[in-house]
């Protein structure tokens, strides 16, 4: 269980990497390392398919084998968990997603291609249905995770519907990582009144995956 860190400090200091993430898949030589971010008292899952990168950048570095890829790690994930079949859905990148192509051409382009190939290799995967639509049914319960594209369109939705209690599990590593789903609060450091909620969730989390024994490979 890792504390969270600052984008800022890293790069100041010389640390060629963006975020947890990215070292420990370099680290430990895990190239399917995936960013799966959650709120387990609330059965809430989402996992990246981008991270911590500029939103400008997002359209033209999604693929469809990154948004597979993202898409196969948060179903071995909820697995693990003990979801038998998960039901995932896949966030749109723009709004209404595209609109049949009049707000944008990812979902026809991408998107939709990745969700036929998720699905040819047994994914339950629904998609691309507009964000906002596809947080409800999450929350409601009718799907089980979602693939987000982008860092804001998991990390809003999430702490709207579950405050601090959110964790960050690096899945596809040979070991469980977790963490605060939270950046470092240095406006708190030293002050009485830290809310520590996301790592008492985060130590849970942990704890509860090497109980299982989950394989992280």
Known sequence: VTAPISKKAWDLAGVAYRDHTEWLSRETQSPGAQMVLGAPSKNLWTVLVTRHLPLAEVPSLLTAR?????????????????VARPRLGLCGLNPHAGEDGLLGPEERRLLAPAVRRARALGLSLAGPIAADTAWRWHVAGRLDGLVTLYHDQSLIALKAAAGLSIVNWTTGLPFARTSPGHGTGFDLAGKSDPDPTATVEALLLAARLVKIRYSFA
């Open 66 to 82: 990154s948004v597979l890829s993202a898409a196969c790690s948060l179903d071995r994930a909820l697995r693990a968990l003990g």
